[in-house]
């Protein structure tokens, strides 16, 4: 017959040992280099709690979605530091919603998106609408390839970004006129910034925080085109309060996991929506990519330094998310 004080003490050993060892945590990135940095503050974050930390695993954003639903009932933790809202709730809502998928608080605020030209091109014909690109002649200013339309730089198929642009090339009726360049997009951007480098107008898609804006900075290189009224196929309105309308949404970047953190590893779930990084951080450790600090042990030690820089705030989350344990 089983000792039923020894079969007690055995389970209460078990639940010990879980607790002292913590979970294993699965992180997904995107593959967008320029979010490995984010992605590995909070698991390092998550390591001093003491959980077990996984390799980053690189998969496109439907795979990561994808992934962190078909284990909502894992004890184990699959979470994706960059999904963005609202440009990604489609994503979630494919895959079984928030049942399965749970979004936490803002993680990195305020992401601005949009189309941009040379403000030399912009100032001379009087640019102010991506909408002017309907008529031929200006079209034909930021033509490459001579085949009279304009050349966008734009979005990777898989980022939702692209859903946008498309869907805004019918609802202007710009199909005509404008050319979608897609490809790898840190490709493309670098042609862009050369042409601009030689004269040559530019039309482009971009996003913040990005290095981009460092390199092309809005207001001195390049200007952001408005829209005449708004067509986003994620939101009914993407005007500013100031009545601006650049036909993005003001996203802000969120931690995304599977829905059974929220009760099997609640220090975990806590952390997750207390940890933020100020864009103007992100911004400024892509900027050190772009100049050349790119490789993993790059992005490594420009984490340890945030770390290190906010030592405090860290504490203090690591703090607050233990005690909701």
Same mark, same amino acid.
């Given at each position: 017959?089983?000792?039923?004080?020894?079969?007690?003490?055995?389970? &209460?050993?078990?639940?010990?040992?879980? #607790?002292? *060892?913590?979970?294993?945590?699965? =992180?997904?990135?995107?593959?967008?280099?320029?979010?490995?940095?984010?992605?590995?503050?909070?698991?390092?974050?998550?390591?001093?709690?003491?959980?077990?930390?996984?390799?980053? +695993?690189?998969?496109?954003?439907?795979?990561?979605?994808?992934?962190?639903?078909?284990? &909502?009932?894992?004890?184990?933790?699959?979470?994706?530091?960059?999904? @963005?809202?609202?440009? !990604?709730?489609?994503?979630?809502?494919?895959?079984?919603?928030?049942?399965?998928?749970?979004?936490?608080? /803002?993680?990195?605020?305020?992401?601005?998106?949009?189309?941009?030209?040379?403000?030399?091109?912009?100032?001379?014909?009087?640019?102010?609408?991506?909408?002017?690109?309907?008529?031929?002649?200006?079209?034909?200013?930021?033509?490459?390839?001579?085949?009279?339309? =304009?050349?966008?730089?734009?979005?990777?198929?898989? @980022?939702?970004?692209?859903?946008?642009?498309?869907?805004?090339?019918?609802?202007?009726?710009?199909?005509?006129?404008?050319? !979608?360049?897609?490809?790898?997009?840190? =490709?493309?951007?670098?042609?862009?910034?050369?042409?601009?480098?030689?004269?040559?107008?530019?039309?482009?898609?971009?996003?913040?925080?990005? @290095?981009?804006?460092? +390199?092309?900075?809005?207001?001195?290189?390049?200007?952001?085109?408005?829209?005449? !009224? #708004?067509?986003?196929?994620?939101?009914?309105?993407?005007?500013?309060?100031?009545?601006?309308?650049?036909? *993005?949404? $003001?996203?802000?970047?969120?931690?995304?996991?599977?829905?059974?953190?929220?009760?099997?590893?609640?220090?975990?779930?806590?952390?997750?929506?207390?940890? +933020?990084?100020? $864009? /103007?951080?992100?911004?400024?450790?892509?900027?050190?990519? =772009?100049?050349?600090?790119?490789?993993?042990?790059?992005?490594?030690? !420009?984490?340890?330094?945030?770390?290190?820089?906010?030592? &405090?705030?860290?504490?203090? @989350?690591?703090?607050? &998310? +233990?005690?909701?344990?």
């Amino acid at each position: 017959m089983i000792n039923k004080k020894w079969l007690i003490g055995s389970i &209460a050993s078990v639940a010990l040992a879980s #607790s002292l *060892f913590g979970a294993k945590v699965t =992180a997904l990135s995107s593959g967008i280099a320029e979010e490995k940095f984010q992605t590995l503050v909070v698991t390092e974050i998550l390591k001093k709690m003491g959980h077990e930390i996984e390799d980053i +695993k690189d998969v496109n954003y439907d795979i990561a979605f994808q992934t962190i639903a078909n284990n &909502a009932k894992s004890k184990d933790v699959y979470l994706l530091a960059s999904m @963005w809202d609202p440009l !990604h709730n489609s994503k979630i809502d494919g895959v079984g919603g928030e049942e399965k998928v749970v979004k936490f608080s /803002n993680f990195i605020s305020n992401c601005a998106q949009g189309y941009l030209i040379d403000k030399k091109t912009a100032d001379k014909y009087n640019i102010k609408y991506y909408n002017d690109l309907k008529k031929p002649e200006i079209a034909k200013l930021f033509d490459l390839n001579g085949n009279g339309k =304009a050349d966008l730089t734009g979005c990777n198929a898989g @980022w939702g970004c692209e859903k946008v642009i498309e869907h805004q090339l019918d609802a202007y009726d710009m199909r005509g006129v404008v050319e !979608h360049n897609q490809g790898e997009y840190s =490709a493309l951007i670098a042609n862009t910034i050369a042409n601009y480098k030689t004269g040559k107008p530019i039309l482009y898609y971009t996003w913040t925080p990005y @290095w981009v804006s460092g +390199k092309l900075v809005p207001g001195k290189d390049v200007v952001f085109l408005q829209v005449t !009224h #708004s067509a986003n196929p994620n939101t009914a309105s993407t005007k500013l309060p100031n009545g601006a309308d650049y036909g *993005f949404n $003001v996203n802000h970047q969120k931690i995304v996991a599977n829905a059974s953190v929220k009760t099997e590893n609640k220090d975990i779930a806590k952390l997750l929506d207390i940890v +933020k990084i100020n $864009v /103007n951080d992100i911004s400024g450790q892509n900027m050190l990519m =772009a100049n050349g600090q790119n490789k993993e042990k790059d992005i490594k030690r !420009h984490v340890q330094s945030w770390l290190k820089t906010n030592s &405090a705030k860290v504490d203090a @989350w690591i703090k607050e &998310a +233990k005690a909701a344990k």
